[in-house]
């Protein structure tokens, strides 16, 4: 008899989840006290997000244009996916530029504690507890969506377009290599080191976790989700509120982007095991 199968996964899920929240709740992870220092001026997030919006909505035209001209994947999927690929890392680049002009202090408040290898394993250790949290409340919201009528569900963009090119061996295993690297660290730094610390600095903790957690759940909508898109914001919202939690507790981008990168790491693993 097997203890692990694909049958049994909700069941695993739901009491990992509850012994996670039990022992969070026991060792008061959600208490957060915000340490004093120098607040991050309004234009910091600001100018990081216009970048954000002018990066990803010019780099994928020229990208196509790119591919076009080498007469290969134009419209795609395979197109699709090298396209988000390299916005991903153009993203990136831009931001981890844009960071380093700041000034010594607002630099050290966005990275954080910096001893990699004590910080990556917390934050692997704050995605095991929390993984199973996420996804149970997704989907509980997907069976509450359900049961008011049948609605056409959709996947979350970046899993469709790793299913979509599973045929492709390189491409799929460069965007699996994406996934787990380039967008964690380019949204923990995006939504953690700049919108959570500053929002942090006007509403506190809690408000800044909130806040932030929205906007994350809300950058991650798609029409292609359909019905799909409540679950999936649900799901998101929780895991950018554990994410910000970890970031304020731990004290460190390296940690949170470890964190993330494991749930990333997490969903890849159970589409190519097929638990979906």
Known sequence: MELISASNIPFILVVASVCS?????????????????QKMKVASPCIALLLY??????????VGDALSWMSCHRGSQEGAAISLAITSIVLLIVLVGFTSV??????????GETAIIKKVLKGIL???????????????????????GPFAHGEQLPIALLKSIREHTFLFWFFVLLIVTVIPAL?????????????????????????????????????SQQASNIELMAGLFVASYLLGLCYFREKSLVASIAMHASFNAFSVLFLILGIQ
């Open 21 to 37: 929240v039990a022992i969070a709740l026991y060792f008061k992870i959600f208490s957060v006290t915000l340490a004093p220092g």
């Open 53 to 62: 919006i002018v990066v990803s909505g010019f780099t994928p035209k020229y």
């Open 187 to 223: 949204e923990e730094l995006l939504f953690r080191g700049y919108f959570q610390n500053f929002f942090g600095d006007w509403l506190g903790a809690q408000g800044a976790l909130f806040l932030t957690s929205a906007l994350f759940a809300l950058f991650h909508y798609s029409g």
């Open 102 to 111: 700041h000034e010594m202090a607002i630099k050290q408040r966005i990275v």
């Open 126 to 148: 704050w995605a095991i507890f929390a993984f199973p949290v996420s996804i149970v409340i997704a989907q509980a919201v997907h069976a509450l969506v359900d049961f008011f």
